[in-house]
């Protein structure tokens, strides 16, 4: 319980980080949209083949920043809908499909019939996608990810993304959530902090099932508050 009200207080902070980096996004954008009106301007296309390739890439860039992020920035004050869970996650399905492609991981739905929730959609995407990324991340060829729902009683709905990875270490599992913590040489240490942020504005709750035979993060989704 103290943890978890570790965890809220780190809220703010991600918050204040999501402002900074929607300004540094504008970055890359304005850099693509000065390219795109040079070449406007000039109108020809074929000489400046080197334009391209730095739209490309600043599209790119600011692409990944905003897929990590775009939860956090401005959806403080946007509102909750009845939505549909296990339709999300099928529209969310071809993006994993992209972020496996070449990777022999298997990916498995089994989402059960439930209520609709109090949802806002584009927080719900960016957490299934930040934990699907981290149970992919976590797994080798040959294993499996499932994403499930289902009903666990009369007031609970439960989203879980199992993957077959090695587990969390005890002293990990300490920091999780943490602004910044990350094990991994291009992690950005955001991921879960974002879930734990977004889950909390759903007043709902995450729960963690770890062991050798992999990870389950548990979201838990109330139907009466
Ligand atoms: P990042 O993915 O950028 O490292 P996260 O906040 O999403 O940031 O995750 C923090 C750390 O938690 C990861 O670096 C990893 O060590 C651990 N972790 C998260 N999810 C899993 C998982 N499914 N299996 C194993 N470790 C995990």
């Known amino acids: 319980y103290e943890k978890e009200l570790r965890r809220l207080s780190n809220l703010d902070l991600i918050g204040q980080m999501a402002a900074g980096i929607s300004h540094e996004i504008r970055n890359p954008m304005t850099t693509v949209r000065g390219f795109l009106q040079l070449l406007k301007q000039e109108n020809q296309l074929d000489k400046h083949d080197v334009y391209f390739d730095v739209m490309i890439e600043e599209l790119d860039r600011a692409n990944a920043i905003i897929t990590e992020f775009l939860s956090v920035g401005n959806t403080r004050t946007s509102g909750l809908e009845m ?3 296990n339709a999300i996650i099928h529209d969310i399905a071809p ?34 996608i930040n934990l699907y990324r981290n149970a992919l991340d976590a797994m080798e060829a040959g294993k499996v990810l499932t994403i499930c729902t289902y009903r666990e009683d009369e007031n609970c709905v439960v989203l879980g993304v199992q993957d077959q990875g090695e587990g969390i270490r005890p002293e990990v599992l300490e920091k999780l959530g943490t602004p910044f913590f990350t094990t991994k040489d291009n992690g950005t240490g955001l991921g879960l902090g974002i879930c734990y942020a977004i889950a909390a504005r759903h007043n709902a709750k995450i729960e963690i099932q770890t062991g050798l035979e992999g990870t389950t ?6 139907l009466k508050t």
């Not at 993060?217 to 109330?222: E, I, M």
């Open 95 to 128: 993006l994993i499909k992209i972020d496996t492609f070449g990777q022999n991981k298997l990916i498995e739905f089994d989402t059960q019939d439930i209520p609709e929730l109090l949802l806002n959609r584009n927080e719900i995407r960016q957490l299934i």
């Open 83 to 85: 939505l549909d869970l």
């Open 217 to 222: 993060f548990l979201t838990k989704f109330y």
